[in-house]
């Protein structure tokens, strides 16, 4: 019987139940930001299915070499040769040095011997993962990417409301923690924020400046859903880098699915790499958490809970693109703007946030429209969607 997580993303648990069913083709990787429940869905789908399945997690210190690879993939053979078929599951894999070598050896064997076993690769460090997966398994798996819990699973696994979503977030494990604020922060910080920066990030390659990145990662989070540029930020962080370097780690901690900068529309490409960055956070959560405020008092505060609600409606695309073939922009030029701009192949479409913190003026979206000719323009909030019905269906459906 499964729990209330079998609500977590329903569709995702179809798509690899159906992955899971078909030949074996390629290496089924699951990816995506830590605490989104990989391992759970994998777990689950366990239960529904008749295929025998050898689940191994290799997070014992114990486990430094490649042989327990090897011991873990004889298991499934073995299983496979028994049944006709077997699935085996690998899950914190990115913890073995020289792991993705490992594994292209041993599935190039199996198709060599037209040897049935299915392999899923789980992991908590997104960046690590995908480094393994580029330089030494190409074309060899299929990722699936799993992001953020969205509102409806979060109302449906622990009774939220609308409110408290938008304040914390969509981290599940730190759900139980919200009646003690105090709490729920520090696990925010300690356990995911730390762990994500120490263990994603600056264990993957050489950072020169690590407090910087860390700085940056705070500022991005005080700025979620603002235009800042790379200028101002090195004045705001009073370190003597380069905007180069500010690029290159906000693009790491987007590639770790905490925090992005979204680029300025502008319909050429060269234009948008060269613009301002709109900061970007992919669970309200880190921003809250590290802004320190209460509950309490963001909802006192309009003018803050108004950059809560476009910051939590901005995540809500991200995380809907991650991986599809959309891309998520903002548009502004002198006092004009349109909050986010979606670009799904011939579609695009304009969205406003009324968010309730500025006097409203949508001239910014008309200028846009006659400029770029968008298919949609949407409102969200106000006398337009509603912020419920918004974050109670997926985000793409809307773009």
């Excluded at 078929?85 to 199996?110: C, N, R």
């Excluded at 309730?356 to 979206?365: A, K, L, P, T, V």
């Excluded at 298919?375 to 969200?380: A, G, P, S, T």
């Amino acid at each position: 019987m499964l729990t209330h997580t079998h609500m977590y993303q329903r569709s995702y648990f179809n798509k690899i139940l159906q992955r899971l069913k078909e030949p074996r083709h390629f290496i089924q990787v699951l990816s995506g930001p830590r605490q989104s429940g990989k391992t759970t869905l994998i777990c689950q789908i366990t239960q529904a299915t008749d295929v025998p399945i050898h689940y191994a997690l290799a997070d014992d210190p114990s486990i430094r070499d490649r042989i327990w690879i090897e011991q873990q993939w004889e298991i499934g053979r073995l299983k496979t040769r028994e049944m006709g078929k077997a699935i085996l599951v690998l899950d914190e894999l990115q913890k073995i040095e020289g792991w993705s070598e490992t594994v292209k050896y041993l599935w190039d064997s199996d198709t060599l011997s037209e040897l049935g076993l299915i392999v899923v690769i789980l992991g908590s460090s997104p960046l690590l993962v995908q480094r393994g997966l580029t330089e030494s398994l190409a074309g060899r798996f299929e990722v699936l990417h799993i992001p953020h819990w969205s509102y409806a699973e979060m109302r449906d696994a622990f009774g939220w409301n609308l409110e408290k979503y938008i304040f914390f977030g969509g981290y599940p494990g730190a759900a139980p923690l919200v009646e003690d604020e105090k709490r729920w922060r520090s696990y925010v910080i300690d356990s995911l924020i730390e762990t994500s920066v120490s263990k994603d990030i600056l264990l993957m390659k050489r950072i020169d400046k690590p407090a910087l990145l860390r700085r940056l990662f705070h500022l991005g989070c005080e700025y979620s859903g603002r235009i800042l540029s790379y200028q101002k930020m090195l004045g705001q962080l009073q370190d003597a880098g380069n905007t180069t370097t500010l690029a290159h780690y906000l693009e790491l901690l987007g590639n770790a699915w905490m925090l992005c900068g979204l680029n300025k529309f502008a319909g050429q490409s060269v234009r948008r790499r060269g613009s301002s960055p709109k900061f970007q956070v992919f669970n309200n959560a880190l921003m809250t958490a590290t802004v320190g405020v209460t509950f309490k008092e963001a909802l006192a505060d309009r003018e803050f809970w108004g950059h809560l609600v476009e910051s939590a409606v901005g995540a809500a695309f991200i995380n809907a693109f991650i991986g599809d073939f959309g891309n998520v922009f903002y548009w502004r030029e002198k006092n004009q703007e349109v909050d986010f701009v979606i670009s799904r192949g011939k579609t695009l479409a304009a969205v406003e946030v009324k968010s309730g913190r500025r006097r409203e003026n949508y001239s910014g979206m008309e200028s846009f429209a006659r400029q770029f000719k968008p298919q949609k323009q949407l409102l969200i909030g106000g006398d337009g969607i509603s912020l419920e019905d918004f974050f109670s269906k997926p985000a793409e459906q809307f773009a």
